[in-house]
């Protein structure tokens, strides 16, 4: 199973980034995924969910009007597309597929991550 995460680098404040996530090893379209992130002496937080088969997206407040989440099942990827970004979106960038099969059957694979700066 791997998760590979690209698209992290330098982003002037303002300015955009696309993230993707790229999965393999497991089927994907069973998974919903997320993108979660991580701040220097921060806890991990949600940034945004998409259901398995992309009908459902769920976004923390902080991102709702400047993040969106897609996926392409064709592709085995995830997208995290940011915009309007802020030094405060400073982070480590992972996505993570899940499923729940039972009350007590639940699976996860995270990746490991990939840089965002937003700096001038």
């Known amino acids: 199973v791997r998760l590979v995460e690209s698209g992290g680098g330098l982003v002037q404040p303002g300015g955009s980034l696309r993230l993707s996530c790229a999965a393999s090893g497991f089927t994907f379209s069973s998974y919903a995924m997320s993108w979660y992130r991580q701040a220097p002496g921060k806890e991990r937080e949600l940034v945004a969910a998409?259901?398995?088969?992309?009908?459902?997206?769920y976004y923390a407040d902080s991102m709702k009007g400047r993040f969106t989440i897609s996926r392409d099942n064709a592709k085995n990827t995830v997208y995290l597309q940011m915009n309007s970004l802020k030094p405060e979106d400073t982070a480590v960038y992972y996505c993570k597929a899940a499923r729940r099969d039972s009350p007590s059957l639940y699976t996860e694979y995270w990746g490991k991550g990939t840089l965002v700066t937003v700096s001038s």
């Open positions: 998409i259901t398995s088969g992309g009908g459902s997206t």
